[in-house]
Nanobody, 115 residues
Framework: QVQLVESGGGLVQAGGSLRLSCAASGIIFWLYRMGWYRQAPGKQRELVAAITTGGTTNYVDSVKGRFAISRDNAGNTVYLQMNSLKPEDTAVYYC?????????WGQGTQVTVSS
């Protein structure tokens, strides 16, 4: 049974930082591209950051220079360090594991940034 369990969300003031974690089980973690998505009320889910099996990262333009994705293959965990948070970063953040047609999601964690 595949599980992706996110943690680390919460309420923070603008300019603050949060670190999201996603612990994976039931998959061979190092074979999967890992990603963080977010969905704000009334908006479509968007890819925020992703990291390949080889460690290559990519980011949506709106978070470049502020967010950093990393992975710990030994610990089956992916992280999203979020700095200089803005109110527009408020959303539910979802962890994703992707390998071919295998596509798994976590339950999401709420991030709220107050102005």
């Amino acid at each position: 049974q595949v599980q992706l369990v996110e943690s680390g969300g919460g309420l923070v003031q603008a300019g603050g930082s949060l670190r999201l974690s996603c612990a994976a089980s039931g998959i061979i973690f190092w074979l999967y591209r890992m990603g963080w998505y977010r969905q704000a009320p009334g908006k479509q889910r968007e890819l925020v950051a992703a990291i390949t099996t080889g460690g290559t990262t990519n980011y949506v333009d709106s978070v470049k220079g502020r967010f950093a994705i990393s992975r710990d293959n030994a610990g089956n965990t992916v992280y999203l360090q979020m700095n200089s948070l803005k109110p527009e970063d408020t959303a539910v953040y979802y962890c994703n594991a992707l390998k071919g047609r295998a596509n798994y999601w976590g339950q999401g964690t709420q991030v709220t940034v107050s102005s």
